[in-house]
């Protein structure tokens, strides 16, 4: 699949999803702007609900005709439906770190916030990209 194209389930999607989430959900995106038509790209969010991602993979799709991929927690690729469907989509299986065991097993305990984390690594990157 070249750059910048959609595959065959985006294609099918599309049309028949993006509609509906137009009609249940006031959706507003901003920044679209600077997201390359091409090429990868990282995209940052706030997770508000559990339906962020895909409105936002669905939007970010239907406006740049570019194919999104997420990272996923490996438990949602467990459940049937939910799975085949991020199957499909090319989604991106993760699993979580298990900070009670990293405690447990290393000893060890966070330093930085989660905020503070995602700042400096927002940082890191723009320094260097």
Do not use: C, Y
């Amino acid at each position: 699949m070249a750059a910048g194209e959609l595959n065959r389930w985006w294609r099918i999607g599309l049309p028949v999803v993006a509609p509906l989430v137009r009609l249940l959900f006031r959706v507003r995106v901003a920044g679209l702007e600077h997201v390359p038509t091409t090429g990868p790209a990282i995209l940052v969010f706030n997770h508000v609900s559990t339906f962020d991602g895909p409105v936002l993979a669905i939007e970010t799709s239907r406006r740049l005709r570019r194919e999104t991929r997420f990272l996923v927690a490996s438990e949602f690729f467990a459940k049937p439906f939910f799975g085949w469907i991020l199957r499909r989509f090319d989604q991106i299986k993760i699993r979580r770190p298990d900070i009670a065991r990293a405690k447990q097993v290393l000893g060890w305990e966070p330093r930085v916030s989660f905020d503070d984390g995602m700042r400096r690594t927002i940082e890191w990157f723009k320094e260097r990209v």
